[in-house]
């Protein structure tokens, strides 16, 4: 159970691309060995709060509005898991190309443009045998997302549609 205040922040879990991103929190959650989350775009702090629930470790979340970033850490404090997640408010475009850290499992809710813009940002972050989840997309913006994001670094695994929306869960391959 999470509770959630989103205030002006987007996620609450009922949107269509928020709701595939916490099925696959909670379709790769550790079962054994540690994994670590990196949401990008996190508005409430949702997406970070069910991981750090589900023993995610460690958990980063970041997001270019200053209030989101308020707002995820106020939500993180009511569900009692703040000490275990480090927001961020950090714009996904100043990101570095070659991530310092990587993660088991980068969750990027954005939009089409942003995930497009930053491509080779995003997919940095994804640690080889990781997984990447695209969502925010409209159905209509979808195709071209895939065909950019699909690449010999990074298999789509699954794509779901939801209205006029449509998400994609890819898995990050090791470098030959």
């Known amino acids: 159970m999470i509770i959630l205040d989103p205030g002006l922040s987007f996620g609450t879990g009922q949107h269509p691309t928020t709701g595939f991103c916490l099925q696959q929190v909670v379709a790769h959650r550790p079962k054994g060995s540690p994994k670590s989350f990196l949401d990008l775009g996190t508005g409430s702090g949702i997406l970070a709060i069910a991981a750090a629930k589900l023993g995610y470790a460690p958990v980063s979340a970041l997001d270019f509005d200053p209030d989101a970033v308020r707002i995820a850490r106020m939500n993180a404090r009511k569900n009692r898991v703040a000490d275990r997640i480090d927001f961020q408010h950090q714009d996904v475009a100043r990101l570095s190309r070659r991530a310092k850290q990587q ?4 969750c990027a809710n954005l939009t089409a443009d942003l995930l497009l813009k930053n491509r080779d940002r995003i997919v940095s972050q994804t640690a080889p045998g990781g997984h990447l989840v695209l969502a925010g997309i409209l159905r209509t913006e ?26 994609a869960a890819f898995e990050a391959l090791p470098r030959t």
């Open 103 to 106: 993660y088991s499992l980068v």
């Open 142 to 167: 979808f195709e071209s997302v895939r065909k950019h994001y699909t690449s010999p670094r990074l298999r789509l695994l699954r794509t779901r549609k939801q209205g006029e929306w449509e998400s």
